[in-house]
């Protein structure tokens, strides 16, 4: 059990330098056969601080998903770089957590075995996870409050919980990145809202850098240390704000006038951009 | 595939009712009875109306034997099977060139499936031919396998096959392509190898399609054997019907469909238990592509 929580820690460390994330002019450009090629991300530049959270905040169609895919490495850009902890994430020892809109699990495998799914794959992967990694998965189901449910199928798990089991799996491999593209958009809005309490812990918990996609300004505000605000046809970032908020959120939060503020602030930044395209 | 305990123990069953909607006295007379009495009731109406028309004359004996003299020819075929008598050896011919055609159905269907799924140049140069094959009328090509494969066996498996691999095959193609994008997405996310996404997701994903596809070409299996036996040789369910069909006894004839029929059934009940057992996590819904 030490043993255990010694490796913990010794990652947390490594976690210092390898949770940052440098955005450096990546553009992305989608050439079609048929059509003319579409400009999906033009030039976006920023840096992420290790442990940040950060959202990419815009209508859809705004590249928000590209460039996710970009840092994630499943698309490479046409221009421009993407480093994750220092090295380009093709060499990162470990890919980024991956959250998707559904919880995408495999309907034969128990939420143990989907959790397990990650340490399967990849070239180097054994044919079977070993033992530590088995015990490493029960535990990060207890982190996502689903420790009973470690034998039961996708399809005896409420949507929530399966998108619980989607974090556990993105947090298998010790990734101090997590990608989130619209992770709650199919929840109802009361899960969401306890989806989000639970998310801030669990970051907190495992000291992540998270990168969330959503279209939604109060989802966005709420989670947010900063927020990146996005525009489609070219998509490019065309605000970084800050959150003036605590960095413990609640539920008390949302009521306030300081979070009232802050959703003025993000939606002013979209109009303006909006008004100016309209001209 | 990994050992994945926990089968659905008890499922409760599907639909239970039968159909509600619109109903007049007749229906509700029926939905009146117990489980299956209401099915055994217009079962039992349908024959004994079909006995009657031949036994008033309104349908010549010779064209139409009635259920009577069909249940006779019918039991006394039983009686031959069970006592090892001449319809045995017929019946497990059948039975045999079945389960041959089948399992080479199975392998063929599944294997070129998975092959044109995964390997794009496969795809482009083999599917106008599988497709063309299929578009031929199967049965066209029983002479050519009379010539080919003998008098035999040989011939009727190869009319089996012909005929059961394509349901097979397109099912296998349909599931292997079934993934979806956020399934991909994660698996290269993951960095997974080719392999690894084909064994521990996208073969077990194509199983709902493979098993639609096995059920269809199952019955077509039979079919195609039973052709194959009218087309030559000696032997098999099939060549009993047409030498029934020459001595114009129609009852026999007609006995031998109902065995078929049976033998059709069984098969096919068969995979849908294969199916329920393998795909666990689907519990009592039927197939859902």
Same mark, same amino acid.
């Given at each position: 059990m030490n043993a255990t929580t010694d490796q913990g820690q010794s990652r947390d460390q490594g976690r210092e330098q390898g949770g940052t994330v440098l955005i450096d002019r990546v553009a992305k450009t989608y050439v079609a056969h048929s059509s003319a090629p579409v400009l999906a991300l033009d030039e976006v530049t920023t840096s992420i601080a290790s442990g940040e959270f950060v959202t990419l905040l815009g209508p859809s169609g705004c590249g928000k998903t590209t460039l996710l895919d970009v840092i994630a490495g499943l698309t490479s850009p046409t221009q421009g770089s993407v480093l994750v902890g220092g090295v380009p994430v093709a060499d990162? *020892?470990? /890919? *980024?957590?991956?959250?998707?809109?559904? *919880?995408?699990?495999?309907?034969? &495998?128990? /939420?143990?075995?989907?959790?397990?799914?990650?340490?399967?794959?990849?070239?180097?992967?054994?044919?079977?996870?070993?033992?530590?990694?088995? /015990?490493?998965? &029960?535990?990060?189901?207890?982190?996502?409050?689903?420790?009973?449910?470690?034998? &039961?199928?996708?399809?005896?798990?409420?949507g929530g919980m399966q998108q619980r089991v989607a974090i556990a799996r993105a947090l298998l491999l010790h990734s101090p990145v997590l990608l989130m593209d619209e992770p709650f958009s199919a929840l109802d809005e009361f899960t969401r809202e306890q989806m989000h309490l639970e998310l801030l812990r669990i970051k907190d918990e495992r000291a992540l850098t998270v990168l969330f996609v959503t279209h939604n300004i109060f989802e966005a505000v709420f989670l947010a240390d900063r927020i990146l605000v996005m525009t489609p046809r070219p998509g490019k970032v065309v605000a970084d704000l800050t959150m003036r908020l605590p960095r413990a959120r609640s539920r008390d939060l949302i009521g306030s006038e300081a979070f009232a503020a802050e959703v003025r602030r993000v939606r002013d930044a979209l109009t303006t951009v909006w008004e100016e395209e309209q001209r | 595939m990994t050992g994945i305990q926990n089968p659905r123990t008890g499922a409760a069953s599907g639909t239970a009712g039968g159909a509600r909607g619109r109903s007049g006295p007749a229906a509700r007379l029926l939905s009146g009875l117990p489980g299956g009495l209401g099915h055994l009731a217009v079962l039992a109406g349908v024959l004994v109306v079909w006995q009657l028309l031949v036994e008033v004359g309104l349908l010549p004996e010779s064209i139409m034997p009635t259920p009577v003299q069909i249940a006779a020819e019918f039991g006394a075929a039983l009686h031959s099977i069970a006592t090892g008598g001449y319809v045995l050896g017929h019946f497990v011919t059948t039975i045999q060139e079945v389960v041959v055609a089948f399992a080479a159905s199975t392998a063929l269907g599944v294997g070129v499936g998975a092959l044109i799924s995964e390997f794009r140049w496969v795809r482009r140069y083999a599917m106008p031919y599988v497709v063309a094959f299929n578009a031929a009328p199967g049965v066209a090509f029983a002479p050519i396998f009379l010539v080919w494969f003998g008098f035999d066996m040989g011939s009727k498996v190869a009319m089996g096959i012909a005929s059961g691999t394509f349901p097979i095959l397109i099912g296998t193609v349909a599931g292997m392509g079934a993934?979806?994008?956020? +399934?991909?997405?994660?698996? !290269?996310?993951?960095?997974?190898?080719?392999?690894?996404?084909?064994?521990?997701?996208?073969? !077990?994903?194509?199983?709902?399609?493979?098993?639609?596809? +096995?059920?269809?070409?199952?019955? +077509?299996?039979?079919?195609?054997?039973?052709?194959?036996?009218?087309?030559?040789?000696?032997?098999?369910?099939?060549?009993?019907?047409?030498?029934?069909?020459? !001595?114009?006894? +129609? !009852?026999?004839?007609f006995a031998i469909i109902l065995q078929l029929c049976i033998v059709s059934v069984l098969f096919h009940g068969l995979v849908v238990l294969v199916r329920r057992r393998v795909l666990f996590w689907q519990r009592d819904r039927p197939t859902r592509p």
């Open positions: 990162a *020892p470990t /890919a *980024p957590g991956m959250v998707f809109q559904n *919880p995408v699990l495999l309907p034969w &495998r128990t /939420a143990l075995e989907n959790v397990l799914l990650p340490a399967e794959l990849g070239p180097k992967a054994p044919r079977r996870p070993d033992r530590a990694i088995e /015990a490493d998965a &029960r535990e990060l189901l207890r982190l996502v409050g689903l420790g009973d449910f470690t034998d &039961r199928l996708p399809d005896e798990l409420s | 993934t979806g994008h956020q +399934l991909e997405r994660l698996m !290269s996310a993951y960095r997974a190898t080719r392999v690894q996404a084909f064994r521990k997701v996208r073969m !077990s994903m194509a199983l709902p399609y493979i098993f639609a596809g +096995l059920e269809t070409g199952i019955v +077509l299996t039979v079919t195609g054997v039973v052709v194959g036996e009218f087309t030559g040789g000696s032997d098999g369910l099939g060549y009993l019907i047409v030498v029934a069909q020459e !001595s114009l006894n +129609l !009852s026999q004839a």
